[in-house]
């Protein structure tokens, strides 16, 4: 029976936290029965009773929640904290909000699992994908980004910022220390690795409902990562590490 970490980078989500705990773990008992799954709630520089909320669900439910701290904020810092910890077979990130819909979570999971996929991404830009309330400015600057990463990188993939993506633990080990990103790039600049090493990705579509208190301030995160993709464009694409551990090679693996 795979295992499977789920990750939920949380800032300051004390109101948002308990009912999206509540959800997932009623979704996971009824739905994810193949896998040995865990939620992880990842707190990144929290300053309200977040961390304590995830303390308390870890220790009433310690075979099904677990929780990290960090001091430092910044969501790429604290999934890659999370996914680099973990020794799950596979492990997954999701919005706190739970803005994408969790009927898509077995199909992303099993993408890898049974799939032959490295990479799972969940995109509100596929066939079949459903988008409830997004305003305007975010679904202009989210296409006119996709477009610039097709534009600079010949890319696939169709939606390189949906908060709902899984990795193999060989992508883990492998792609995660070549990135640099601490922030909300980090999404991109896996993908973009990726798919330009070889690695399989899925589109997985999703029904995705926009948060109208959503924390992300819209320009200044777009901003971050046009100068990632500039990074990537003119520093070059890095090579993913070599995985020593005793295992097939993946796509990704070089001589």
Not at 1 to 15: A, Q
Not at 16 to 36: E, I, W
Request: with cysteine; proline share 7%; glycine share 6%.
């Amino acid at each position: 029976m795979p295992s499977l970490d789920i990750v939920i980078p949380c800032l300051n989500e004390e109101g948002q936290l308990p009912q999206s705990l509540d959800a997932l773990l009623a979704f996971c008992r009824r739905h994810m029965t193949a896998y040995r799954w865990r939620i992880l709630v990842a707190d990144n520089g929290s300053s309200d009773r977040t961390y304590p909320i995830a303390l308390d669900y870890a220790a009433r439910l310690p075979s099904e929640c677990a929780t990290i701290r960090l001091e430092q904020r910044g969501r790429g810092r604290a999934l890659r904290q999370a996914w680099t910890d973990s020794t799950a077979d596979i492990v997954c990130y999701m919005d706190v909000d739970l803005s994408t819909g969790l009927a898509a979570l077995p199909p992303l999971i099993s993408a890898i699992a049974e799939g032959g996929y490295d990479v799972a991404v969940g995109s509100r830009l596929a066939r079949g994908s459903i988008v409830a309330r997004r305003t305007l400015k975010r679904e202009v600057v989210s296409r006119c980004y996709n477009l610039l990463i097709k534009a600079m990188f010949f890319t696939r993939f169709s939606d390189a910022q949906c908060g709902f993506k899984a990795l193999s633990r060989r992508a883990v080990r492998e792609i995660l220390p070549v990135t640099k990103d601490l922030g909300w790039f980090l999404d991109s600049e896996i993908l973009i690795i990726a798919e330009k090493r070889g690695y399989k990705i899925k589109d997985v579509p999703v029904r995705w409902t926009d948060d109208p208190d959503t924390r992300v301030k819209v320009v200044k995160t777009a901003w971050g990562d046009i100068k990632g993709l500039l990074r990537l464009r003119f520093r070059g694409i890095p090579r993913p590490v070599r995985d020593p551990r005793p295992g097939p090679p993946s796509p990704g693996r070089f001589p």
